[in-house]
Nanobody
Framework: QVQLVESGGGLVQAGGSLRLSCAAT???????MGWYRQAPGKEREFVGG????????FYAESVKGRFTISREDAKNTLFLQMNSLKPEDTAVYYC????????????????WGQGTQVTVSS
């Protein structure tokens, strides 16, 4: 059974940093993992993803150069380092695990954590 538990969210001022973690259990080594976010009144959107052993990473244009996704397989943990945060980054951030064949684009696939709130004040 797949279980994903996010942590690390909080309130931060614009320009600050946060590091999100996702503790994963039951996730197949063949799965790809990613972070998505959902702001109030908006659809869930892709933030960043990592495939294989971590050599391949993908980012939404809005976070490129500011966010870094990584994974530590020994601890079955996924991370999202968020720097230079902006108020528009405010959202609930979700960890996701899915089959590689599903890709990252469609938020409708895979397993989800409960989410962690990130609030960036101006």
């Amino acid at each position: 059974q797949v279980q994903l538990v996010e942590s690390g969210g909080g309130l931060v001022q614009a320009g600050g940093s946060l590091r999100l973690s996702c503790a994963a259990t039951g996730v197949s080594n063949s799965y790809i993992m990613g972070w998505y976010r959902q702001a109030p009144g908006k659809e869930r959107e892709f933030v960043g993803g990592i495939a294989g052993t971590g050599a391949a990473t993908f980012y939404a244009e809005s976070v490129k150069g500011r966010f870094t996704i990584s994974r530590e397989d020994a601890k079955n943990t996924l991370f999202l380092q968020m720097n230079s945060l902006k108020p528009e980054d405010t959202a609930v951030y979700y960890c996701n695990a899915r089959r590689g064949i599903d890709g990252f684009a469609n938020p409708g696939f895979g397993y989800w954590g409960q989410g962690t709130q990130v609030t960036v004040s101006s």
